[in-house]
């Protein structure tokens, strides 16, 4: 159950990454570190599962 909580959680940071790229909240470079961040979390949290 906590896994797919920790899905879900990701899975809307995403979506509001892209979202905030889209409308220009923010620049490429900024998205693209959250991204890479984002990435890295959920490897992290795969590997502990």
């Keep these: 159950m906590e896994e797919k909580t920790h899905f879900a959680r990701f899975?809307?940071?995403?979506m509001e990454l892209a979202r905030q790229l889209h409308s220009k909240e923010i620049q490429r470079?900024?998205?693209d570190r959250a991204w890479k961040?984002?990435?890295?979390q959920i490897e992290n949290e795969t590997k502990k599962n």
């Design 11 to 14: 899975m809307r940071r995403a």
């Design 37 to 40: 961040r984002l990435g890295d």
């Design 29 to 31: 470079d900024e998205f």
